[in-house]
C-alpha cells in the first residue's frame, strides 16, 4: 500500500503547486475540471473550468503529493484541507477499505470504477479525518 497526502485548496491550488515544485523540484501534472466529462453531470461554471480538478507533484524517488481545488461552491477551511489518499493493491480493497473507514463516519463518493481508469472511492471517518482510496486499473 502507498500513502500520498492530498492536498485541497480553493481556487488556488495552480499557484500552491507551483510554489511547492520550486521549493521541492519533481514533476507536475495537471487535469483541469474542464476534462470531466459532461456526461458525469456535474455542473461547472465558465470560470471554474481551468482550476485544478486533480494534479502531482511527483519527486525522483517516486513518491508525490497530490492537489486539487475544490468544487466551487464547496466549503473548504485551510488546515482541514488534507486527505489520506490510499492507493491499494486490488479493487476488491478499495470496497472493503471504505466499507470498513466508514463506519461511524460518513462516504463522499462511493466506491466505484470512474473515468480516469481507477477504481476510487472518498470518506469522513468518525474521527473527520477524510480519506480516499484508489486501485489503478491496468489496461
Known amino acids: ?3 500520498t497526502p492530498y492536498i485541497s485548496f480553493k481556487g488556488n491550488c495552480e ?8 521549493v521541492l523540484g519533481g514533476d507536475i501534472q495537471i487535469m483541469r475540471f474542464r476534462e470531466l466529462p459532461e456526461d458525469e453531470g456535474i455542473p461547472i461554471s465558465e470560470k471554474w473550468l481551468d482550476k485544478v480538478m486533480h494534479s502531482s507533484l511527483t519527486f525522483e524517488d517516486g513518491h508525490c503529493i497530490y492537489f486539487s481545488d475544490v468544487m466551487e461552491n464547496h466549503d473548504l477551511v485551510m488546515g482541514t484541507n488534507s486527505t489520506i489518499h490510499l492507493n491499494v493493491d486490488s479493487e476488491k480493497a478499495v470496497y472493503e477499505i471504505v466499507e470498513k473507514l466508514s463506519k ?6 462511493p466506491a466505484g470504477k470512474m473515468f480516469w481508469g481507477s477504481v476510487f472511492g472518498n470518506l469522513t471517518d468518525k474521527f473527520g479525518l477524510n480519506w480516499g482510496i484508489e486501485y ?4
Open 15 to 22: 499557484e500552491a503547486i507551483l510554489f511547492y515544485q520550486e
Open 1 to 3: 500500500m502507498k500513502i
Open 136 to 139: 489503478q486499473i491496468s489496461e
Open 104 to 109: 461511524g463516519g460518513k462516504i463522499d463518493m
